[in-house]
């Protein structure tokens, strides 16, 4: 049961930062599934794509499409290429050590914090 309520709330907070910041999966969903639930790195990022296949962003992303902030056809062109490339990026991710991909996976948020917080 407690399992079943922490996992509640990881997608409610993943579910809010997203429809906030456009942000969820990697930074919420995977750290809570690692640190909260003790998954392995490979487990927390198949279940959190398991979860983002729908239903995470549909009403989120209806609220931005009703506002006029959704590029419908470039979204689809993201959505065709994220298909392609979360089969190939899993494909390769589970032929890699647990503990290498939490350092791929660390570098690659700490790059993206860099980049918003000090360059323009």
């Known amino acids: 049961m407690v399992t079943q309520l922490i996992a509640i709330c990881i997608g409610f907070i993943a579910g809010i930062l997203g429809g906030i910041l456009g942000i969820g999966g990697g930074i919420v969903m995977i750290p809570s599934l690692i640190y909260l639930l003790g998954y392995s790195q490979h487990l927390a990022q198949g279940t959190t794509l398991a979860a983002m296949v729908l239903p995470i962003g549909i009403l989120a992303a209806w609220e931005y499409y009703k506002n006029n902030y959704v590029n419908v056809s470039v979204a689809l062109l993201i959505a065709l290429g994220f298909v392609a490339g979360g089969f190939l990026g899993a494909k390769l991710a589970v032929l890699v050590n647990e503990s290498m991909l939490k350092k791929f996976f660390g570098i690659a948020l700490l790059i993206v914090a860099?980049?918003?917080?000090?360059?323009d």
Request: proline share 0%.
């Open 114 to 119: 860099i980049k918003m917080v000090f360059f």
